[in-house]
């Protein structure tokens, strides 16, 4: 099978439909992945133990916590964003 931007059979349109379609796709699953217990949402780090913000729907290492922690403290009140 050619690539989407080889193929002649369909029109620009649609190709540039099935590029949008993938490209969103991607897009969503890099989010989830980003999200997921895999790794620190903020730093990256796949190697330490990490702690889940349910307000936040993320996972991040303990240094990345109390980071953030420290800093959403300085601009919210406490508990908006960190239990």
């Known amino acids: 099978m050619a690539s989407i931007d080889q193929d002649e059979s369909l029109s620009f349109e649609e190709r540039e439909k099935i590029t949008l379609k993938i490209y969103l796709e991607s ?8 999200r997921s217990v895999v790794l620190c949402s903020l730093c990256g780090k796949r190697d330490l133990d990490l702690i889940y913000n349910p307000i936040l729907n993320a996972w991040y290492c303990e240094a990345c916590y109390a980071f953030n922690q420290k800093c959403q403290h300085k601009l919210h009140p406490p508990g908006v964003y960190y239990p």
Not at 27 to 34: A, I, P, Q, R, V
């Open 27 to 34: 897009e969503k699953l890099m989010g989830s992945f980003c």
